[in-house]
């Protein structure tokens, strides 16, 4: 397999187009402005990005990135007559795996946490972690969509798995692996809200979850918004969950960050930005806000803001916006 390009994927299309091929995908673009990226493109690869102090999460957050998925992995298979080894047909295929994960996690390991290959898509194994993975690929024993599609995974204290066990709720499907620039929102309120009640999911793996946790920690409501459902504030997916509960968490705080791996197929995972809000709402930015370089053009009072790069915390006195450079990991 070699990584694809837009000129293949064309050809494939149009004559050579086989089994799990993925019409119209893009490449990434030659020369890129700053971006983190999580896996390049070639199998077998994991990583993971954490901003280096743990963030408040239980008492509620409100967190926008967005990203973008390229380069799919190759497939060709030459098919020829099994008696006379004679060249009958070729067949392509050019499907990327396996996804990325936006992860809340209080591993002992801290920002060195780093989970397998494949399937587990960079945080199966940490344990004590949420993930809301952003799935390209169906595995078996993971679930029943074999499209591009969002769910949030958990064991609670125990290490993650990114499969059915760890499934919180039913997963819904998205475009994530189309190569184009995406945006998701995913906030979490530390009380039950009535009016996303309509894009409930759960599972039984859920119920373990659903009580009160004492000390004013009661139910809270997770959801995750994609594209046009954040400017409308029509989330994919709602899931009531109490995070208390979720995660082990003395101080009320976990590191938060990405992760993200390849396994037989591959394909680029890469963020492009990313604004972090200690309390929600906070006011949502829109694609055009972002202007993928070295700084965005979104700001606000209580807004955090991680960006790719080198540095340590610094002010920007001109948006009194908190700047942070993440700790990446290789």
Known sequence: MNTNQESQNEVTDKQLAGFLHRRGTLSAPK????????TPSGPSKVG???FVDPAPVSKGFDTVFTYQVT?????????KDQYFSLFQSRTCSVHGADGFAFIIQNSINGTRSMGGVGGQM???GIENS???AFDTWQNPGQDTLNVDHISVQSRGTLPNDGLEAGLLGVPRPHPIADGKVHMARITYYSELRPEYFDQLVASPSLLQFLKDNGEQKGIGTLLVYVDDGIASDTPL????????LVLHMPIDKAFVGFTASTGRFYEKHDILSWLWCNQPPCDPPTLKDFDFHQSSKYSAAQLQRF???AGTPSVAPSSHVIQYSPHLLE
């Open 31 to 38: 020369s890129c402005a700053t971006r983190i990226r999580l």
């Open 48 to 50: 993971a990005v954490y």
């Open 71 to 79: 380069d799919h992995s190759n497939q060709c298979t030459v098919n």
């Open 122 to 124: 960079g945080f199966g």
């Open 130 to 132: 949420l993930a809301i």
């Open 237 to 244: 997916l709602a899931l009531p969950i109490n995070l208390s």
């Open 307 to 309: 960006e790719p790069g």
